[in-house]
């Protein structure tokens, strides 16, 4: 009977049946089958509730929202243009940068590519730019970022794990800036193969780029020198960051009119309404998915999942090092077939039990996790970068995945590094 249960639950998932009624089925099913009382869901929904850093994640939400609706993406460009733009590959480099930077304020790569896409497809055109290395480049870049501030994944990591959130920003800085910089030395190699024009360097034009960019260069670094200075707690920097956020789009520069009518909300919703409704769903759905796979992943957990792998594991398993190896060959399948968010609140849980055995520390297994699941958002059947640059660029997904390749390589090399030097994302202990 469990297993016909099981069956049918994939069928409807398969079907396009939300997600938090599966894993909550799911976990019905689980404590049914081991005989247990449904209130144990309600125990870890509960426990989720207290959590002192969960109030953080609508905030940063509401702050991606409000600077993709602004005019934030313009401002980026036009900054790091002005910086960048004289190198060989200038404009490549300024696309990695600006879409990191974004990535990281946004949370979700896929505000990155609607937003950025359209803007930067036609200038890397116009420079010079095959069509298959730009296609690669923005759909590749769509996911950097994940790893710095105030990135939504590193927050939902340290909540399902139950590690210091502010020591996961710090191990993810140095692994997210040397992926940036292998990148840009691709770009800037492919940029002086095709023979691209270099944009003559202008002060004056730094300098206008700076003043209309500047405060929005403010908000990482208030973040970075906040949580990493112990100035303020995670929630407090949410905080902080949504209400700098709306005061930057709507009144240092105006972009946003908080009465203005927001297209497809209704005639008597204002602009800032909108905005609000949009990152409440957002941020309301992941809750929901979040809490109710709290409760099957524990359920999963009484039921010793963990152990019977553990177990599979310890007949051919004997060295840390194996161990590493077979958890990228399975967190890679894991990117390809799943979003990063579900990933985190599904799979994190047991891998915990597994990394502790063979001495893996739960930051540096963070940093793993997530580098996994950053290349898994380039990676077919599921890779989102992939579906959404595929209706943003109008391009078939196999040869987005084709142009990708170059950069996917790359990022397989860094996930090398980042898994087997623990320096990297360990540098501050």
């Excluded at 296609?135 to 990135?151: D, K």
């Excluded at 112990?230 to 009144?251: D, K, Q, S």
């Amino acid at each position: 009977m469990t297993a016909t249960i099981v069956i049918m639950l994939l069928a409807l998932a398969a079907l396009g049946v939300p997600l938090f009624i599966i894993i909550g089925a799911g976990g019905l099913v689980a404590v049914w089958s081991a005989g247990l009382d449904p209130a144990v869901l309600m125990i870890e929904m509960m426990r989720l509730a207290t959590s002192p850093n969960l109030m953080a994640i609508p905030l940063f939400t509401l702050a991606g929202v409000v600077l993709s609706k602004g005019g934030a993406p313009e401002r980026l460009i036009k900054l790091f243009t002005a910086g960048f733009g004289w190198m060989p590959g200038g404009l490549a480099v300024v696309v990695l940068i600006t879409c990191a930077f974004f990535t990281a304020l946004s949370g979700a790569s896929g505000v990155t590519i609607l937003a950025l896409g359209g803007l930067l497809y036609p200038m890397l055109l116009r420079e010079g730019y095959t069509k298959r290395f730009s296609l690669g480049l923005l759909t590749s870049s769509g996911s950097l970022g994940l790893l710095f501030p105030p990135s939504m994944v590193v927050l939902l990591y340290g909540i399902v794990a139950g590690v210091n959130i502010e020591q996961m920003f710090k191990a993810g800085f140095i692994p997210g800036v040397i992926l940036l910089t292998m990148l840009a030395l691709y770009s800037i190699f492919a940029g002086h193969k095709l023979e691209i024009k270099k944009h003559p360097f202008s002060w004056k034009v730094l300098k206008r780029a700076i003043r209309h960019g500047v405060w929005d260069l403010l908000l990482p670094v208030g973040i970075i020198v906040g949580l990493l200075g112990g100035y303020v707690t995670v929630t407090e920097a949410a905080t902080c960051t949504a209400a700098y956020a709306i005061f930057l789009e709507m009144v240092i520069h105006r972009d946003l009119n908080p009465i203005t009518q927001m297209p497809g909300f209704g005639k008597d919703r204002s602009l800032l309404e909108g905005i609000f409704r949009e990152a409440s769903v957002l941020s309301g759905s992941l809750m929901i998915i979040l809490s109710v796979a709290m409760g099957l992943t524990n359920s999963m957990i009484d039921a010793q999942i963990p152990m019977k792998v553990m177990a599979l594991l310890e007949q051919d398993v004997t060295s840390k090092m194996q161990f590493l190896m077979l958890l990228n060959l399975f967190l890679l399948l894991v990117g390809a077939v799943m979003d990063i968010f579900s990933a985190t609140i599904v799979i994190v849980p047991l891998i915990l039990p597994l990394a502790h055995r063979f001495g893996v520390d739960p930051i540096h297994l963070g940093i793993i996790f997530l580098a996994n699941l950053e290349i898994g958002y380039m990676t077919p059947p599921v890779g989102i970068n992939l579906f959404l640059a595929s209706q943003r660029f109008k391009e078939p997904m196999l040869s987005l995945f084709r142009a990708s390749l170059p950069f996917l390589f790359i990022m397989l090399l860094w996930l090398i590094m980042v898994t087997y030097v623990p320096t990297l994302s360990l540098w501050w202990q």
